[in-house]
């Protein structure tokens, strides 16, 4: 029975069945550092749950915590691009880290948070330092606090800033511990000794919100010097690096991203101002909020098609230029789903509930096709009547 303010019941004897019905849970591999390999590929698989735990309940980027709801656990497909990511942060905990950064890039509903977030868990359950934020749009939209820096024209966000750090050590504890500070390490009138460990500097910052950002910067430099515990920087919207914020100055004039303390400390990172020794700097970018990506960027990530100029006088005008193709990260592309990958996406659905059909090829090719291979676009034709 459900019961409504006024205390009346109403009998669900006669409702349908089939949609209140609990939604089965699908037996699974979870997702770690041994299980992600090859083989599983084209199959879906369950996040570690010690992983969920440290990001924190509702932190899950994009549409991903609506989606585990819908299917009753947090699983996602572990496509050819996830093995590929998986690969290549193997090979940077082993050898020297890139030079550049990476960016994933794709349309809406491409899977590019998904694929970020494997990769973080991967790297947490592999002993990575893993510094992962699932959205750094309120670092920019002002849905919270921030205040003028005491030196300089930067503005702090300490409660932002100490959260960050509460899901590093939540994510990376062990592997933070493994690493010495190396010197002395002075944070306002606190000083911690050369002997005490990363994990001691993350603590400092969580417990002192004041000097939050004063840590942060150090366990970034102290971390991608050294060469000892591998280190993934992982950042998704990051696209915010960049964009105009909500956020004003004391004379109402808007904040540029790089005004912010939080956004300076990883710019370098994704400028190739700064490198890991030992690991990989990876972010993935968002199209959902306009505002927050900016033109030239978007442009220079998605340039209009090359068309050949035939005209001589026009080819020849010193005025008409190509759009850059510049950018100071690696890209990798994400576009559409493989037809297998979707096959397997829609035969998840109708284990979970999600549709009830038989899975068939028609169908399959039918939701393919008109979703032109896009995850979200198919997720959304078979819940068109939810």
């Known amino acids: 029975k459900l019961r409504s303010g006024t205390s009346t019941s109403v009998n669900l004897a006669n409702a349908n069945p089939q949609y209140y019905a609990a939604t089965p849970r699908v037996m699974l591999q979870t997702l770690n550092a041994e299980t992600a390999n090859s083989a599983h590929i084209n199959k879906f698989m369950q996040i570690d ?39 290549q942060l193997s090979e940077y905990s082993k050898t020297a880290a890139p030079k550049k950064a990476t960016v994933i890039d794709g349309k809406n509903g491409a899977g590019k948070s998904a694929e970020l977030m494997k990769l973080a868990s991967v790297a947490s359950s592999s002993g990575h330092i893993v510094i992962y934020a699932h959205s750094t749009f309120p670092w920019v939209n002002s849905s919270r606090p921030y205040a003028p820096a005491n030196e300089g024209d930067l503005f702090v966000q300490h409660e932002l800033t100490m959260e960050l750090l509460r899901t590093v050590l939540s994510l990376s504890k062990d592997a ?17 000794a050369a002997d005490k460990t990363l994990a001691d500097l993350v603590e400092f910052g969580i417990h002192t919100p004041s000097l939050a950002h004063d840590a942060l910067e150090q366990l970034l430099a102290i971390a991608s010097a050294q060469t000892k515990v591998p280190v993934l920087i992982a950042l998704d919207n990051i696209n915010t690096l960049w964009c105009n914020t909500l956020y004003r100055d004391q004379e109402d004039v808007v904040l540029p991203a790089n005004r912010l303390r939080l956004i300076r400390a990883f710019l370098p990172f994704f400028e190739g101002k700064a490198a890991l020794a030992k690991g990989w700097a990876v972010g993935a970018t968002s199209y959902i909020d306009t ?58 659905y109708q284990k979970t509930s999600v549709i009830s059909t038989p899975v068939t090829d028609a169908l399959v090719s039918q939701k393919y096709v008109v979703a032109d291979g896009n995850p979200r676009q198919i997720f959304g034709s078979v819940t068109a009547y939810f």
């Open 176 to 192: 933070l511990m493994k690493v010495p500070l190396g010197k002395n390490v002075t944070l306002g009138k606190k000083s911690l």
């Open 291 to 348: 505002r927050f990506m900016p033109k030239d960027l978007r442009l220079r990530l998605n340039p209009p098609a090359m068309i050949p100029i035939t005209n001589p006088d026009v080819a020849s005008d010193p005025n008409v230029k190509r759009p850059s193709t510049d950018v100071p990260f690696d890209v990798i592309k994400i576009d559409r789903m493989t037809a297998t990958e979707a096959w397997a996406l829609m035969v998840f």
């Open 49 to 87: 749950d010690a992983f969920l735990e440290s990001i924190g309940k509702g932190h899950y980027p994009g549409y991903l915590e609506t989606d585990f709801k819908l299917f009753g656990q947090a699983a996602l497909l572990y496509r050819n691009l996830t093995q590929q990511l998986v690969d």
